[in-house]
């Protein structure tokens, strides 16, 4: 069964910094893609950021360079999401998603797109406050 499960949400002060956690586990792929995603309130899911355990390459989208850093450990059993300068915009509920990595697969944008994920963890809450 696959399992992802988010940790590290919270109340944090605007100039503040948050660190996620995705613990990571029965994927059955040997290679594979996990990514993080946000949905505030009353807006549609957006790609935060994401990474291929094939080569450990990681890309975060381009709004968000420079404050978010997406990290893992060695066997990619747990993903991070560095966040700092945090702003009020970035509340959000923040998830951690899943897929298999495509045979010889090309990354063609900075961003994870929601419907290429099947495997989702419930999310956890980040609210910054201004």
């Known amino acids: 069964e696959v399992r992802l499960v988010e940790s590290g949400g919270g109340l944090v002060q605007a100039g503040g910094s948050l660190r996620l956690s995705c613990a990571v586990s029965g994927i059955p792929f040997d290679d594979y893609v996990v990514a993080w995603f946000r949905q505030a309130p009353g807006k549609e899911r957006e790609g935060v950021s994401f990474m291929s355990s094939a080569d450990g390459y990681t890309s975060v989208a381009a709004s968000l360079k420079g404050r978010f850093t997406m990290s893992s450990d060695n066997a990619m059993n747990t993903v991070y999401l560095e966040m700092k300068s945090l702003k009020p915009e970035d509340t959000a509920v923040y998830y951690c998603?899943?897929?298999?990595?495509?045979?010889?697969?090309?990354?063609?944008?900075?961003?994870?797109?929601?419907?290429?994920?099947?495997?989702w963890g419930q999310g956890t809450q980040v609210a910054v406050s201004s």
């Open positions: 998603a899943g897929r298999p990595l495509g045979p010889d697969e090309k990354f063609y944008y900075d961003y994870p797109r929601e419907a290429e994920f099947g495997f």
